[in-house]
C-alpha cells in the first residue's frame, strides 16, 4: 500500500481553509483512507477520492 500512497497527495481543508499537515500525519491519514477505499467492492482504480465530513444538524432543527 505504502507505493500506491506515494501516487497520491493529500490536502486537508477545514472551512476551506488549507490546513498544513506535517508529513508523518498525511502520509498516516492516506494510507489509511487508500486502504479502506481499496478494499471496497467496484472502486475501479482511483484518480480522485474525496471525503467530506459536516456537522449534522440538530434534531429537529434545519442544517445551517
Known amino acids: 500500500m505504502k507505493d ?4 497520491f497527495k493529500m490536502r486537508l481543508f477545514i472551512n476551506n481553509k488549507l490546513i498544513p ?3 508523518f500525519l498525511s502520509n498516516f491519514v492516506k494510507q489509511i483512507i487508500l ?4 478494499n471496497l467492492k467496484d472502486t475501479g482504480k482511483p484518480e480522485k477520492i474525496e471525503l467530506i ?3 449534522a444538524p440538530e434534531e ?3 442544517k445551517k
Open 21 to 23: 499537515l506535517k508529513p
Open 53 to 55: 465530513l459536516e456537522k
Open 35 to 38: 486502504s479502506m477505499v481499496f
Open 4 to 7: 500506491i500512497a506515494k501516487n
Open 60 to 62: 429537529g432543527g434545519e
